[in-house]
């Protein structure tokens, strides 16, 4: 008789299965994006986060983070978006660790109240890293004249076509030391008695899922539905949560009503620029750990 009524009961008010939403986090963490490439923000998960927390009867969310990292700030905004969401839903967080959660991504897992990973993921790279080159020598070859015109001695501070400055390296490794620091306090707040004591944790070194549990940056090996069915039964289903989106994944770029065609045209020549400058970038974030 009871499985006769349930027939009559629409689906969604049915409790045959515990539904778990799930947000997957992958890709380099970027202010920007650009057409073809997946990176993370907070303007570009908020959507997920908020889609995937809104489920009422969901005891969970699980949230998937593959990243190599990228921008602090970004990182910081979506693991705090991640924590104020889960304290005003009241809601567990599940973190399960793909290929890599290093850097800022590592930052956003720790966003879990339990983080889960692979035997052979890679977890960690708790430092900060900024790169550049110097072009000095090659544009004196070319015999070409850098022209540079500022209101404000430090304006191009480490312009890698001009000399490299002593002072200015300093000032960049102090800015570092600040943001090494909040980064450290982060892991530290969210992990807490879980961390081993070992001098080498911030250091910027990462590790296998496998070596991150004995650390305490991971909590335990495992994957998503067999820790799923672990906590909440045979009758426990992920659900994916996904934002939605334009042509190509992504909201088209707009060009002004009007624009010269020569502005338009010269748009276009800056935007290639920027998109090969941040293909290389991301494919860097991405090669440290061999992927």
Known sequence: MANLLKTFIPKRFRKDKIEIPVVRLSGAIMATGGIGRQTLSIASVAPMLDKAFSHRAAPAVA?????PGGSPVQSRLIYQRIRDLAREKKKRVLVF???VAASG?????CAGDEIIADPSSIVGSIG???GSFGFVEAINKLGIERRVYTAGRNKVTLDPFQPQKEE???RLKRLQLDVHATFI???RGARRDKLADDDDLFTGLFWSGKQAVGL???DRLGDLHGVLRELYGDKAVPKLCTAKTGLFGRAKPGVALGAPL????GDIGAGAVREVHALAEERLLWGRFGL
């Open 105 to 109: 991504g590592y930052m956003i897992a």
């Open 216 to 218: 305490g940056l991971v």
């Open 97 to 99: 660790v793909e290929d």
């Open 63 to 67: 949230i998937i983070v593959n990243s």
């Open 185 to 187: 306090d982060l892991v």
């Open 128 to 130: 900060v890293v900024s």
């Open 262 to 265: 020569s502005d338009v045209a």
């Open 168 to 170: 200015d390296v300093e």
